[in-house]
């Protein structure tokens, strides 16, 4: 076997973010909360949300274009196109990778949705790196999609006052088998069935049909149905997974907590964001909190990686972890060597 071939890197990344903006103080207006709690606890400054082309497929395919110009790739190379965005899109009972294939000319590729709410990108870079590892034909996959599930949100409703920052946007990845840079290692999942109905749209599905009666008592928007017990439950299980997701990842990659460089992390509440970091022995400096953005579903690690690069927080070497968590539950962590292909402080060849 050749190791090098078996080696699967990110080429490129591309993030595609609305013009429009929602303030916190137009937030603490909509949910009738002050703005310190807006902007301290829930962590808000501003955030994306849709303009009115701003659909869920079309802005994965927007940053699909970002992501191929940055690889300097023919979109007719792309093997395989997974969609990793929303099912929340322009259409119900639609495959959105295939109009995403049509729209960037990936005449060659087979394409397909798959979905594990906000921790679709981790899983999605799980299932692309074995699906290259075990067909010799698949070299190049791209992986894309849009999120705009603010659009459920009900601000004058507080059961979900921690989705209030949802936003919207769209991310994409493109991976290479035998690529130097940016080698995608293991991934750690975790998922618990104890939630799957604690968060749901309730109206919309079999079990309720959309119809007039439930519009008007808005039960198409996010709901959370006990949050007190959720709470309770979460809370016991939650930050633990997260811990959890994170060492094994590093340690099924062959290294350790210690080994860290950057976290590049999902927006949630300040306070849970610190204490992940404070868990692992990290510096506010090692990771990006995303209050100017909010939260854009399993598109944050992306956005994440993005404006560490830019900003040149990330080093030749550098172990970098990407985590995640989606409601249901699911809790999800992947390591990644950055830039491999240079002479790094961490010398490896898992």
């Not at 009115?52 to 790739?73: P, S, V, Y």
């Not at 791209?142 to 006052?161: C, E, K, M, Q, S």
């Not at 959370?224 to 959720?230: E, L």
């Not at 399993?298 to 970098?320: N, R, Y």
């Amino acid at each position: 076997m050749n190791l090098e071939v078996e080696k699967v890197g990110i080429i490129a990344t591309g993030i595609y973010l609305p013009e429009e903006r929602m303030t916190a103080s137009e937030l603490a207006a909509a949910a009738n909360l002050p703005i310190g709690i807006v902007q301290e606890k829930l962590g808000i400054v501003q955030k994306t949300i849709p303009g009115i082309n701003d659909h869920t497929c079309q802005m994965g395919i927007w940053a699909a274009e970002k992501a191929l110009q940055k690889a300097q790739i023919n979109a007719a190379d792309i093997d395989i196109i997974i969609y990793i965005g929303e099912e929340h899109k322009e259409y119900p009972l639609w495959t959105a990778a295939i109009k995403l294939q049509e729209s960037i000319g990936a005449i060659n590729a087979w394409a397909f949705d798959v979905a594990l709410r906000c921790g679709t990108t981790i899983m999605a870079l799980n299932l692309a790196k074995s699906l290259m590892k075990s067909d010799d034909t698949v070299r190049t996959v791209l992986l894309a999609g849009g999120y705009r599930n603010v659009d459920f949100i009900d601000y004058a409703n507080p059961r979900t006052r921690f989705m209030y920052n949802l936003a919207a946007g769209g991310g994409a990845i493109v991976l290479k088998k035998g690529a130097h840079r940016h080698r995608l290692l293991e991934t750690k999942l975790i998922t618990d069935g104890a939630f799957s109905e604690d968060v749901v749209v309730p109206a919309g599905g079999t079990k309720q049909p959309l119809s007039p009666a439930v519009l008007e008592q808005k039960q198409n928007y996010l709901d959370v149905i006990d949050p007190v017990s959720m709470k309770e439950r979460l809370a016991e299980n939650s930050m633990a997974n997260f811990i959890t997701v994170i060492k094994s990842s590093l340690e099924k990659s062959g290294y350790s907590v210690g080994d860290i460089d950057y976290v590049a992390m999902l927006h949630m509440k300040k306070s849970a964001h610190d204490y992940i970091l404070n868990e692992l022995g990290l510096t506010q400096e090692q990771s990006i909190y995303l209050d100017h953005y909010g939260h854009l579903g399993q598109i944050d690690q992306i956005l994440s990686l993005e404006l560490a690069e830019k900003a040149g927080m990330l080093k030749s070497g550098d172990i970098v972890v990407l985590v995640s968590a989606g409601i249901g539950y699911a809790w999800g962590a992947t390591t990644i060597i950055w830039d491999e292909g240079k002479v790094g402080k961490h010398e490896h060849s898992a």
